[in-house]
């Protein structure tokens, strides 16, 4: 039998990573992400992304993929060097002046959670129909995922309900800083290659970039300064739901060459031997 990965082609995982929306919920994470203080800090002090995005974007892209459907060894080696390069870090709290590591674990919980669960939102907002089991599913596939950067899984939501609990405690957390709010502003406009912001392009990375700040949680987008409306979550979910069912005519394997390495290995090791 060949080795299916952390996940395999049954798992909740694999159906919600095929949906090509998902892309908008990591954009949709940043966010969140940038709303922890210290967190933002973290990667303004360490990231080189403000000089290479597109770089950075393709280097998570290919983690995330590694992770849900590279072989057990591939994912676990992507953790390890995750890992390492994370163990170097420290960073300032510019609130407190305080020193500490990148790999705290509350830093990384906050940043899987909030990734998960916009990816999960994406889907959901984006078309995908899952029962509530589905979806707590897909929550507890994914500590296998947290343990890779070195969590404990026992210490991360399993749940949608935990994933709720998650966040109202750490709302008292989050605030806007100088830092959060340069990281939104360039996440919103980010520059693009060649030459490619003179173009229509531009108007259409600023569509993602405001799709993904409406599939925000109200408070979220509260706290960036952005009105929190019913009207707001109702276009939205109209607006993810045209883009999702656009984008699920798009064969997976034609964005993802991971996954059609791991469905054409899946399917070597189920064919009948001569």
């Keep these: 039998m060949s080795d299916v990965g952390l996940f ?4 909740v995982t694999w159906r919600v990573h095929r949906e090509p929306i998902v892309t908008v919920g990591g954009l949709r994470s940043l966010y969140l992400q940038a709303l922890l203080p210290r967190a933002v800090a973290g990667v303004e002090q360490n990231s080189r992304y403000r000089k290479d995005p597109w770089g950075r974007f393709q280097h998570t892209a290919t983690y995330v993929a590694t992770v849900i459907y590279g072989t057990t060894e591939q994912a676990e080696r992507a953790g390890r060097r995750v890992r390492a390069i994370h163990a170097k870090m420290t960073a300032t709290d510019p609130r407190t002046g305080e020193r500490f590591r990148v790999d705290d674990p509350d830093l990384l919980r906050w940043v899987h959670v909030t990734e998960v669960e916009s990816f999960m939102e994406s889907a959901l907002r984006g078309g995908l129909r899952l029962t509530g089991d589905e979806i707590d599913g897909y929550y507890a596939e ?3 995922a947290a343990a890779l950067v070195g969590l404990d899984p026992a210490t991360v939501p399993a749940s949608a309900a935990e994933v709720a609990s998650y966040y109202e405690r750490m709302r008292p957390e989050l605030a806007l800083t100088v830092d959060s709010a340069a990281t939104g502003l360039f996440l919103t406009l980010p520059p693009l290659p060649y030459g490619l912001g003179l173009t229509p392009v531009r108007g259409a990375a600023l569509g993602v970039a ?13 706290l960036y300064g952005l009105p929190g409306l019913p009207a707001t979550d109702l276009i939205t979910s109209a607006n993810a739901l045209v883009l999702g069912r656009m984008l699920s005519a798009i064969p997976i394997e034609w964005i993802s060459p991971l996954r059609r390495a791991a469905v054409r290995r899946i399917a070597a090791s189920e064919a009948p031997s001569a």
């Design 8 to 11: 395999g082609p049954d798992s």
């Design 142 to 144: 994914q500590t296998r």
């Design 210 to 222: 405001a799709l993904a700040i409406g599939l925000l949680p109200t408070w979220a987008r509260r």
